[in-house]
């Protein structure tokens, strides 16, 4: 079943008007969240910066995020989900097109679950990124449906082999284009400050508390592209990528080129969380 | 009508699917023709561009620009419109959403029609515009659907009383949310070099020769923030604005704060090549 609005539908059901302003303008924001063992994977940070994303582009949700809550809870356990994911996006909704804001559309939210294998082999084994420059716009903070740079990044690094993009704008490395970075350089963790240049990811914030409760230390600042070369090691966070080693960027290994010690220390840390989350729903 | 890939359908029967990648990562481009006494105004100068933006993102339609001119053409036709505009986009299709292209997605084409009235009344009394930083992307040479950096600047204008925003990088103005601008200063027109910062604009293009034909000096350069509001004319000009008399910035009159006699003259001039196209086609 999908979710919209406030009904659950059958998928041949769930259409989209052409003019819903989150076709012709990316006007809408989105979140992916995590399911493991038919359990939600930090739901309520999901939420929270869902209404976040709501709030800075002036976007009023069909019903409140404590029901949306609810029916996400709802729609995994109609969908019978094991491990997977909840995509949902809220749009403008369909108006006449024109750029400002309409007066009379109502906002359009849609959620489906779709099953997804953990990564295990990459996290495992690492991966390998590619860097480009980061041509996107300047609130990045916001998680919105524009992602259009995003892609054409990810298209680059899948064509060089890579999977993944590390975006720089000029020296500064700024974060994944589906993921937040974390170079080990010196003995310290350092990822981009939360500001407008990233997305603030909730792998990212469990992970920085991941490194507070096992005393490794980490500063929000960011690197150049130089100094991300020369970390002993490096990760990128997200939802679904989880904490993913990467252990060469364009062709030059990180490191010895293998998964170094302190990120097996963080997945292993990571792993007990998830696995809190998937015993509790059972 | 609404054409829908190569197919003429019925209003209620063009839907678009939830997983169509124009939805959600605004992975597409578009194109807004205008048309006057049913004929499409400068139509091939805009396939061009809608190919040009097609490349950039390598998106391929799902048939030939040829053959999608004949079917705007036929669109106007049967929908009988007179004055109005064609709205075009096209999108890298359906399929389970992940950032990298789709192998085997087929691209989605949409394309309505809408009439519109001219906005007489503004282009004889000029409008206000409302200054503000462009946080758009790096790549605003492709007319892509990722408008919500436009999108928030045009409603931050209608908020105080604007018809249009005008953006600046820094000092250095680019264009408008919806518009390119030009700038009158010491009887030379500035406007910003089309570079990856703005969009080309057919009506910018068009307005540059009939700019050389009146052998009024202009010059692909970009001004600053400072020289716009010192400006002794200024204009917007889009596909729907046409070319449309700014005669206040964010309260500040432009010149003596009416339309000045270099503005009636572009006026009048692609007034006279509206009449040729409409003659045209009766």
């Known amino acids: 079943m999908i979710l919209v609005n406030d009904r659950f539908v059958e998928r041949t059901e769930a259409t989209v008007d052409i003019e819903d302003r989150g076709y012709q303008f990316g006007d809408g924001v989105y979140e992916v969240i995590r399911v493991y063992g038919g359990a939600p994977f930090l739901l309520d940070e999901h939420m929270a910066r869902?209404?976040?994303?709501?709030?800075?582009?002036?976007?009023?949700?069909?019903?409140?995020?404590?029901?949306?809550?609810?029916?996400?809870?709802?729609?995994?356990?109609?969908?019978?989900?094991?491990?997977?994911?909840?995509?949902?996006?809220?749009?403008?909704?369909?108006?006449?097109?024109?750029?400002?804001?309409?007066?009379?559309?109502?906002?359009?939210?849609?959620?489906?679950?779709?099953?997804?294998?953990?990564?295990?082999?990459?996290?495992?084994?690492?991966?390998?990124?590619?860097?480009?420059?980061?041509?996107?716009?300047?609130?990045?903070?916001?998680k919105s449906l524009n992602l259009l740079g995003s892609v054409l990044a990810k298209q680059e690094a899948l064509d060089k082999g890579c999977a993944e993009a590390i975006l720089h704008r000029g020296k500064t490395v700024t974060e994944g284009s589906a993921s937040n970075v974390f170079a080990l350089i010196g003995g310290v963790w350092f990822t981009h400050p939360a500001n407008h240049l990233i997305l603030d990811g909730i792998t990212r914030r469990s992970v920085l508390r991941i490194m507070q409760e096992l005393d490794m230390p980490a500063k929000e600042e960011a690197v150049t592209v130089e100094q991300l070369l020369a970390a002993e090691e490096l990760i990128v966070t997200s939802t679904t990528q989880e904490v993913m080693p990467v252990v060469a960027v364009d062709g030059r290994p990180i490191g010895d080129g293998s998964v170094g010690p302190w990120t097996r220390r963080l997945q292993e840390a990571f792993e007990a969380a998830i696995r809190e989350t998937a015993n509790r729903s059972s």
Chains 1, 2 share one sequence.
Do not use: M
């Open 50 to 142: 869902l209404a976040r994303s709501l709030r800075e582009i002036r976007l009023e949700p069909p019903y409140g995020i404590d029901e949306l809550t609810d029916k996400i809870r709802r729609l995994i356990t109609l969908n019978a989900l094991g491990d997977g994911i909840v995509y949902l996006q809220i749009t403008r909704g369909a108006s006449p097109r024109t750029h400002g804001f309409p007066k009379n559309a109502h906002s359009v939210l849609t959620a489906y679950t779709q099953t997804l294998d953990r990564p295990l082999q990459a996290l495992q084994e690492g991966i390998r990124a590619h860097l480009t420059e980061d041509i996107r716009w300047l609130r990045c903070d916001i």
